[in-house]
């Protein structure tokens, strides 16, 4: 095989690689898919997409949307396939945002923890004693949704919310509340009342 027939064999088989490529990803689309595409109705209508349970369109957003998609000559399907993304970003991002709020709280929680803990004065050799009185008032005068609001937020941990409970038990213990029955100790460990997850 002489010199010249082996390069144009090199060249055949190069130029049938980039060309199969090449009609692989730039194959041009049919007059049918073309008009299906293209051709913005009256009026749109994206009834025929699915939403999420509780979702609905923001109608200042939906315009913008549909402004654009008349500037383009979108048809009714490209429109629709557009919006079924726009959809799906939307539920994707607002998961990443929950996710993100729920570690941001996780962590904020942790961080009163801590600081709780290390307190120099109700926390270190001093927070069994705290705990303990603190949960008395916690018991008597935290209702269920109050429980449930301190819990959930993390402020069950922070320092400052378990001081005055503390303070409170403490007047509580001495008789100096006025009208408050004392409540018994309660019997669970300290950590399960106003702690419940650590």
């Not at 007059?31 to 997409?49: A, F, I, Q, T």
């Not at 396939?81 to 945002?97: D, H, R």
Request: charge should be negative.
């Amino acid at each position: 095989m002489n010199e010249e027939n082996l390069e144009q064999k090199q060249v055949a088989g190069l130029g049938e690689n980039v060309f199969d490529n090449t009609q692989t990803a730039n194959q041009p689309l049919g007059l049918g898919e073309e008009e299906s595409c293209y051709g913005k109705p009256e009026r749109y209508d994206y009834s025929g997409v699915q939403l999420p349970e509780n979702y609905c369109y923001n109608e200042e957003l939906l315009n913008e949307f549909n402004q654009l998609a008349g500037k383009y000559n979108l048809s009714q399907k490209s429109a629709n396939e557009l919006m079924s993304m726009a959809v799906k970003l939307t539920q994707l991002m607002g998961k990443n945002y929950s996710d993100a709020m729920a570690e941001q709280q996780r962590q904020k929680t942790e961080d009163y923890k801590h600081s709780l803990i290390n307190d120099r004065e109700i926390g270190g050799c001093n927070f069994e004693r705290t705990m303990r009185t603190a949960n008395i008032a916690y018991t008597q005068f935290a209702d269920a949704d109050v429980q449930a609001l301190l819990s959930n937020s993390g402020l069950n941990c922070h320092p400052k919310i378990v001081k005055m409970f503390y303070d409170i038990g403490r007047r509580m213990q001495n008789d100096s509340v006025y009208g408050v029955n004392i409540a018994a100790a309660p019997k669970e460990n300290r950590e399960d009342i106003l702690f419940p997850t650590m």
